[in-house]
Each structure stands twice: as structure tokens, then as C-alpha cells.
């Protein structure tokens, strides 16, 4: 794992913006799988900074929405699928072909992964896989257990997820999580883990530690070849 600490939040942007630049200009139809929250979202921006003097770059992007709050409403302005249309691909012009995305309102949650894995399989591997780092250590919402999930999954959110500021404030909570498995991550060619935060202090030691437990999910990635992990303090 290569390690970089930051002191300033858009220095750190544009380095993760950076390696993302120098892959597409080498991979055209490069497969990007992007999470979502307040971490990576200066890396999004630069990314339409890109997009904005060089559009033709993202001719051939594929992007994979890396987990989503089941239950919520269509379109629901606290879902993974609003945050990323809005930060990146209506900016970025990704057309619906080359977004792979799980429903928020599924009828049948099971039926969906299996759907979504059925297209990663196809498409995949991801070229670059962007993480966050959950409070409680989760990846996606491979949340702490006492076994992870390898595949696309229904996933049990766990308390301190549902305290995400995505969804801290809405009356009606997401009832489940799906998400990409650990298997599905790990087969990422590069990894770009983005923490920020001062209340991840905690778990980002903790995952310094390098030891590998299913109770920090975010530590799996030490058995990966090639993360870069960005480190805002």
C-alpha cells in the first residue's frame, strides 16, 4: 500500500485526479468504479475540470456505481445514484450504457445484484477502483462480520453507517445496503483510497496496523498489489 499524507484537501484531489488522467490517456475504455460521499468529491471535480479541456478523453469511460442505500426512492436526492449523476456522469456526458448502477428501488434486491455482477463480469475487470473509508471500517457497504461477502450483495447496514451524512438527516433510513463484495473490489487493477475526516482518526491507525480482520473490511486491501492511499489530516 502506498501511503501519502496531505495537508490540504485539494492537493490530495488532484493527486487521485492525476493517477485517473494518466490511466485514461493510457486505457481509453478504462472501467472506473466510483464511491461516493464527501472524500472523493474533489476528485470528481477535477475530473470535470479534465472533461471541460479535453471531453474526448471520456469517450470510452465506463463507470461502476460501487454501492448504493436500498429502499430509497427513485432519484432520492440522499442516493448514491443523485450524488454521482450530479458530481459525475451528467458533467462527465456518460451515457446510460456505460454506467453500471444498482437500483435504489428495486423490487427484488437479490435479483439486482446478481444483475449488476452479471454486467462487472462482462465489462470488468475495473481498471480503478475509488474507496472511502467508512468510520467503522467498511468498504462499499462490506460492512464489519464475521465473513465478507466475495460478489454483489444485499448487505445489513450497520448503526454507524446509517449515521452517514447522506442520510443522517431524511426521515425514512435506508432499510438495506448493495453493494460490490470484497473479491469484486480486490480484482480491481489499481485502488485509490481517498480518507478524510477527523473522526476516522481512529480507524485509519487501525488500518495502518496492516493486520487483516474481517471486523475492518478496509484492511483486505493490504493483500492488493497496487493502492494508493490518500491520507487528508
Not at 467498511?138 to 464489519?144: A, Y
Not at 432499510?175 to 485509490?192: A, E, H, M, Q, Y
Request: proline letters at 5%.
Amino acid at each position: 500500500m502506498n501511503i501519502t499524507w496531505f495537508d490540504d484537501y485539494d492537493l490530495m484531489s488532484e493527486s487521485a485526479a492525476s493517477i485517473i488522467y494518466d490511466e485514461i490517456r493510457e486505457r481509453r475504455k478504462l472501467v472506473l468504479c466510483a464511491a461516493t460521499g464527501n472524500s472523493p468529491r474533489g476528485l470528481y471535480k477535477r475530473l470535470v475540470d479534465y472533461h471541460y479541456h479535453e471531453p474526448s478523453l471520456f469517450d470510452q469511460l465506463t463507470v461502476v456505481k460501487l454501492d448504493e442505500w436500498g429502499g430509497l426512492p427513485k432519484n432520492h436526492p440522499s442516493s448514491c445514484e443523485y450524488y454521482l449523476r450530479n458530481y459525475l456522469i451528467e458533467p462527465l456526458q456518460i451515457p446510460a450504457g456505460r454506467f453500471i448502477s444498482f437500483a435504489s428501488d428495486a423490487q427484488d434486491p437479490e435479483s439486482e445484484c446478481r444483475s449488476i455482477q452479471r454486467k462487472l463480469d462482462k465489462q470488468g475487470p475495473i481498471d480503478i477502483c475509488i474507496l472511502g473509508l467508512g468510520s467503522n471500517g467498511h468498504i462499499g457497504f462490506n460492512e464489519p462480520a464475521a465473513f465478507l461477502e466475495p460478489f454483489c450483495h444485499v448487505a445489513k447496514l450497520a448503526a454507524s453507517s446509517l449515521n452517514h451524512s447522506m442520510v443522517q438527516t431524511i426521515g425514512e433510513k435506508p432499510i438495506f445496503g448493495l453493494t460490490l463484495g470484497l473479491k469484486d473490489i480486490l480484482n480491481s487493477k489499481r485502488i485509490i483510497m481517498l480518507i478524510t475526516g477527523d473522526h476516522k482518526q481512529k480507524v485509519t491507525e487501525e488500518l495502518l496496523n496492516a493486520q487483516i480482520d474481517t471486523n475492518l473490511p478496509a484492511s483486505f486491501l493490504w493483500l492488493h498489489s497496487q493502492v494508493d492511499c490518500l491520507i487528508h489530516s
